[in-house]
């Protein structure tokens, strides 16, 4: 046993598992309560561990992790972008080899600390990954997908805090947890190891954590009952389900408007005050295209409702009145009753290698790698529409997965959000569910209703305490109607923003200057 157990460890063993326990956790598998300890066997493993073999237990646990929660861009690199098995597979894995680094520098850094220091690890450990996750949503262009709080989405007692710290403070939270038992389960080896280890700072820890846990449920609960001022209002999504392959071709064009059509139709017998198509659900330039615009107009005044619908747009970008060049946004419009444009907001974060190219100046080789890929403008104003029935934001696609980005609709006001998304790029896998999981949290965070529409699904309304209400099933071609509560809630992480992953930042380059026996 003694010796199956030396090859266990030797191989990485434990770092492998927490990697499989946590890709168990996030949609779509949802066994969400593994979260909460997912971490022990890393934790317990790297206590002791010299430097080079903490980084690359890190890097394992990371690549098993990220691996897990990222393998559908395959899909979209394989069937949409025309590469080969082989290569869409080297691409996804050289993205997990990136993520993976900032979970090899956190074992690093616990590793390197815990061993000679009397603090628990149940504040060290979630400092250090606080840190490192807050990094990682920022750093080259940001990619905080499979942030570690996101697999809590359906645990809504624990998740209230989010209008406070964020998402970041849940996954602390989680950290803290996994730190805790990991804790008990060392408590003899470090006092074994060192009789001058003081038990205070545990049991003080302990004392700490459990006040935290008591009140974070708490105010979970008190956040999820409490009435809400605000009014009802009635909206519908629409869900084409259109074809990838075809959604461009101009033979199809009257076809995909003519499937909104009567999907809207249907729709607007329930009378809604607005009804929502997704991302670039108009397969044609809105405003250039003369007879087409003209039909979707006279279209819409029959509706009674107002109607947001994703759409290119050619922008001129201009010094003084010498127009310099033209460019294509990825943009919402929204028609009032009347079929008058009143908003247009154009995407502000693309998507990179799937919009945009990141230092194409720099990187001019890299475009026979990416052929195929947009050159979208991206837009630079954080506005909301303002409507009879409220005023929103339109988040599209990859917005909904920046919880900073977000709350800057709603710094000075706002009743609900909205976001538009063509999830069909993710074809069948856990993609879509990981997308939908995360429009939980920015409803929280900033205590606003939130509206989603999909091409393929999952479409559907998320009340401002993260309850999912009514959603759609993936690739069907359908609508939703719903009602949703307005609300004016003018939350902590909305006013303030990050301000608790900084006193992580702060707390964490404290630690690696603190000198340690």
């Avoid at 006092?191 to 954590?209: C, N, V, W």
């Avoid at 001019?364 to 630079?380: R, S, T």
């Avoid at 993260?466 to 071609?477: A, I, N």
Wanted: aromatic share 16%; with cysteine.
């Amino acid at each position: 046993m003694n010796k199956l157990k030396t090859k266990f460890n030797r191989f990485y063993g434990p770092a492998i598992v927490s990697g499989l326990l946590l890709f168990l956790s996030f949609p779509k598998m949802d066994i969400y309560p593994l979260t909460w300890v997912a971490l022990v066997p890393l934790l317990v493993y790297l206590y002791g561990k010299d430097k080079k073999t903490a980084f690359k237990a890190g890097f394992l646990f990371g690549i098993v992790y990220f691996f897990g929660t990222t393998y559908w861009i395959y899909h979209s690199i394989n069937k949409y972008g025309s590469i080969p098995f082989v290569p869409s597979i080297l691409l996804v894995l050289l993205l997990c080899l990136y993520l993976s680094l900032y979970p090899a520098l956190f074992s690093y850094l616990y590793a390197s600390h815990i061993k000679k220091s009397d603090l628990p690890i149940m504040f060290v450990a979630p400092v250090f990954w606080t840190f490192l996750e807050f990094v990682r949503s920022y750093a080259m262009t940001g990619f905080p997908w499979s942030s570690l709080g996101y697999s809590q989405y359906k645990f809504l007692p624990a998740i209230q805090i989010a209008d406070i710290t964020g998402i970041y403070g849940v996954s602390f939270l989680l950290v803290a947890v996994n730190g805790a038992v990991a804790d008990i389960l060392l408590l003899k080896q470090r006092k074994t190891e060192r009789p001058l280890y003081s038990l205070i700072p545990t049991l003080g820890g302990f004392i700490l954590l459990s006040v935290v846990l008591i009140a974070t449920f708490s105010y979970g609960f008190y956040r999820m009952y409490q009435k809400r001022a605000g009014v009802d209002i009635k909206a519908a999504v629409i869900q084409g389900n259109i074809e990838q392959d075809k959604k461009w071709e101009p033979s199809y064009q009257s076809a995909v408007i003519d499937v909104y059509k009567e999907l809207s139709a249907a729709a607007a017998v329930q009378k809604p005050d607005i009804i929502i198509w997704p991302e670039t659900s108009v397969p044609f330039i809105f405003g250039k295209n003369g007879a087409l615009t003209e039909d979707l107009v006279s279209f819409q005044r029959q509706l009674d409702s107002y109607l947001l619908f994703g759409s290119v747009q050619i922008k001129d970008r201009s010094a003084g009145s010498k127009i310099k060049s033209q460019k294509s946004a990825n943009s919402a419009v929204l028609l009032n009753k009347d079929g008058n444009v009143s908003y247009i907001y154009d995407k502000i974060h693309l998507v990179p290698f799937g919009e945009y190219v990141p230092l194409r100046k720099f990187l001019f080789f890299i475009d026979k790698l990416v052929v195929g890929v947009g050159d979208y403008a991206p837009g630079d104003r954080y506005i909301r529409a303002v409507t009879p029935f409220g005023s929103f934001g339109t988040l599209i696609c990859y917005e909904i997965i920046f919880p900073g980005l977000a709350r800057k609709f709603y710094t000075k006001g706002g009743d609900f959000i909205v976001t538009i998304t063509n999830d069909a790029w993710f074809g069948k896998t856990h993609g879509p569910y990981q997308h939908f999981s995360m429009a939980v949290f920015r409803a929280i965070e900033n205590r606003k209703p939130v509206i989603r529409a999909a091409n393929s699904g999952i479409s559907g309304f998320i009340d401002s305490s993260g309850r999912v209400l009514s959603q759609t099933e993936l690739f069907k071609r359908t609508f939703l109607v719903g009602n949703i509560r307005t609300d004016k809630t003018l939350t902590a992480y909305t006013k303030y923003g990050d301000i608790f992953s900084y006193l992580c930042i702060v707390c964490s380059l404290l630690l690696l200057l603190k000198k340690r026996p």
